[in-house]
C-alpha cells in the first residue's frame, strides 16, 4: 500500500476540480465524488476505496492521431497514466511523468492547454494484491511533435497511434470513448 501521508490537498487539485465544467449526468455525479475526495487526507492513497489517479491521451495534432496503449491488468486499450508516487498530488505532473515512463515521449506537453478535459470515476477489478476499488481518474490531453519516438515501456504494453475513430473501436472502454470525442472536437 502506498501512502501520501495526510497533509491537505493540494490547491492545485481544489482549483483543477473548482475549474472543470462537467458534461452530463454521470460526470457531473462523478465530480461531486471527486470534489468530496480531495478534502480527503488520504485522496492519492492507492490503498483506499476510492482515490485519484492521473492519466492523459496523448495526440500528435497534425495527423489528428492519438496514442493507446494495451494495458494487462485491465486487459484493454487505454490512455496512458496511473496512480501518484509517494508525496505527488499534482495531477498534471503525474499524468506527464506517466506519459513520459510508459511512451518513451520526452516532448510531451499539455494541448491545447493544462485544463482537465475529462473526470471519470472507473471501477478496477480485484487483484490477487489488492481488492476491487475505484479510481477517480483526472484525464488531460498530451501533444507530441515526435510521434514515431513512441516506445512501449515493455513488449506486453504495445502502444498504438490511431484515428479517434479507429481507437473509439480499439477501446471497450465507454468513459475512454468520451474522452476521445472531446479530443476530437478539439482536434477539429
Do not use: C, K, Y
Request: charged share 25%.
Amino acid at each position: 500500500m502506498v501512502t501520501t501521508g495526510t497533509a491537505p490537498q493540494s490547491p492545485d487539485l481544489a482549483r483543477l476540480l473548482a475549474g472543470h465544467r462537467p458534461q452530463g449526468p454521470a460526470e457531473s455525479a462523478d465530480h461531486a465524488r471527486a470534489r468530496a475526495l480531495a478534502d480527503a487526507p488520504d485522496a492519492w492513497d492507492r490503498g483506499t476505496p476510492l482515490h485519484f489517479t492521473a492519466s492523459a491521451l496523448i495526440v500528435h495534432p497534425p495527423t489528428r492521431r492519438v496514442l493507446l496503449r494495451w494495458h494487462v491488468r485491465q486487459q484493454a486499450w487505454l490512455q496512458v497514466g496511473g496512480h501518484g508516487d509517494p508525496g505527488e498530488t499534482l495531477p498534471l505532473d503525474i499524468a506527464l511523468r506517466e506519459g513520459l515512463e510508459e511512451t518513451g515521449l520526452t516532448d510531451l506537453t499539455p494541448w491545447p492547454d493544462a485544463a482537465l478535459v475529462h473526470l471519470a470515476v472507473v471501477p478496477v477489478p480485484a487483484s490477487p494484491v489488492e481488492p476491487a476499488h475505484e479510481h477517480a481518474d483526472l484525464r488531460f490531453l498530451l501533444a507530441t511533435g515526435t510521434p514515431d519516438d513512441a516506445r512501449p515501456e515493455n513488449p506486453a504494453s504495445p502502444l498504438e497511434w490511431l484515428t479517434v475513430e479507429e481507437a473509439r473501436e480499439r477501446t471497450t472502454e465507454e468513459n475512454l470513448r468520451e474522452t476521445l470525442d472531446r479530443a476530437a472536437r478539439l482536434l477539429g
